[in-house]
């Protein structure tokens, strides 16, 4: 029987950190600021913006919430952006996805000033998470990765399966992988075999979205298994993208849902943002 990686452990124990690190700097009277604006009223954006809100307040970061109506034109969104950018005392911004539809998300993460960019989406970002140079990684990602790490497993030389290639995920995963020496390979909905592929994954993150698509035959004997996929279920409750009970009969680890990534994603934004208030501070001096 797999053993869990708790999201809600490890969340906690990198909140602490963060909180450690901010109370110190406010010692020296040096605030630590995430600006977050919303538009309109997506009920899921909204528990994930709240939620964001109460890890700031855990962690000692104040917290700007700008909510903005779901007719917002892209104009007055870009500038609402830009007088974050210029704003000093904002240290990390993020815009909420889903955008409404007559809004380029293109356009929006593309206005985030990278020295902001605390969900690590701007070109500028993402060119150096490719390269290999510091920058900030985007969170699911990273919570992902530090997951692993938990395990005390070794990824060098490790066989990585991602099934998933948005931009948020399953691309990052994969370099960030790749980066730890593991053997990558990127699924997609038009990879053929993929259960053959996922048998032979030391390492399978599955990023796709839909309710058990990852079944416990595709699982290999010893596998660490990280479920990114949050689905809620003709029953109403959630679940993840991996037949957790079958998975957990063959996985050595394995991530739940609720209670797995979707915390570490949260986690890791409060990381970003103390880093990024540390390297503004550094800068200003």
């Given at each position: 029987?797999?053993?869990?990686?708790?999201?809600?452990?490890?969340?906690?124990?990198?909140?602490?950190?963060?909180?450690?690190?901010?109370?110190?700097?406010?010692?020296?009277?040096?605030?630590?600021?995430?600006?977050?604006?919303?538009?309109?009223?997506?009920?899921?954006?909204?528990?994930?913006?709240?939620?964001?809100?109460?890890?700031?307040?855990?962690?000692?970061?104040?917290?700007?919430?700008?909510?903005?109506?779901?007719?917002?034109?892209?104009?007055?969104?870009?500038?609402?952006?830009?007088?974050?950018?210029?704003?000093?005392?904002?240290?990390?911004?993020?815009?909420?996805?889903?955008?409404?539809?007559?809004?380029?998300?293109?356009?929006?993460?593309?206005?985030?000033?990278?020295?902001?960019?605390?969900?690590?989406?701007?070109?500028?970002?993402?060119?150096?998470?490719?390269?290999?140079?510091?920058?900030?990684?985007?969170?699911?990602?990273?919570?992902?990765?530090?997951?692993?790490r938990s395990?005390?497993?070794?990824?060098?030389?490790?066989?990585?399966?991602?099934?998933?290639?948005?931009?948020?995920?399953?691309?990052?995963?994969?370099?960030?992988?790749?980066?730890?020496?593991?053997?990558?390979?990127?699924?997609?909905?038009?990879?053929?075999?993929?259960?053959?592929?996922?048998?032979?994954?030391?390492?399978?993150?599955?990023?796709?979205?839909?309710?058990?698509?990852?079944?416990?035959?595709?699982?290999?004997?010893?596998?660490?298994?990280?479920d990114v996929?949050?689905?809620?279920?003709?029953?109403?409750?959630?679940?993840?993208?991996?037949?957790?009970?079958?998975?957990?009969?063959?996985?050595?680890?394995?991530?739940?849902?609720?209670?797995?990534?979707?915390?570490?994603?949260?986690?890791?934004?409060?990381?970003?943002?103390?880093?990024?208030?540390?390297?503004?501070?550094?800068?200003a001096e």
């Open positions: 029987m797999a053993k869990l990686i708790s999201g809600k452990e490890l969340a906690a124990r990198v909140k602490q950190e963060v909180a450690q690190e901010v109370q110190a700097l406010r010692q020296k009277q040096i605030t630590v600021r995430l600006a977050v604006i919303i538009v309109g009223e997506n009920p899921a954006s909204m528990t994930y913006v709240a939620g964001k809100a109460r890890d700031c307040e855990a962690c000692g970061i104040e917290s700007d919430v700008i909510r903005l109506p779901e007719q917002t034109t892209e104009a007055e969104l870009l500038e609402r952006v830009r007088a974050c950018n210029e704003d000093p005392s904002v240290n990390g911004l993020l815009v909420q996805l889903p955008l409404p539809k007559h809004i380029c998300e293109k356009n929006v993460i593309d206005a985030i000033a990278p020295e902001k960019d605390v969900d690590g989406f701007t070109p500028v970002n993402v060119g150096k998470m490719v390269i290999g140079e510091s920058c900030f990684l985007p969170c699911t990602p990273a919570g992902c990765l530090e997951m692993l395990t005390g497993l070794s990824m060098a030389g490790k066989n990585a399966v991602v099934v998933g290639r948005s931009n948020i995920v399953g691309k990052p995963m994969a370099l960030l992988l790749c980066a730890q020496n593991a053997t990558v390979t990127l699924c997609h909905s038009r990879t053929q075999d993929l259960a053959e592929i996922c048998r032979r994954a030391d390492i399978l993150v599955v990023a796709v979205g839909r309710e058990r698509f990852i079944t416990g035959d595709m699982v290999k004997p010893g596998a660490v298994v990280i996929g949050i689905n809620r279920g003709a029953d109403g409750k959630l679940h993840g993208d991996v037949d957790f009970e079958a998975a957990s009969e063959k996985a050595a680890f394995i991530t739940p849902v609720p209670g797995g990534v979707g915390l570490m994603t949260r986690a890791m934004l409060m990381r970003n943002t103390l880093e990024a208030a540390k390297r503004q501070r550094g800068q």
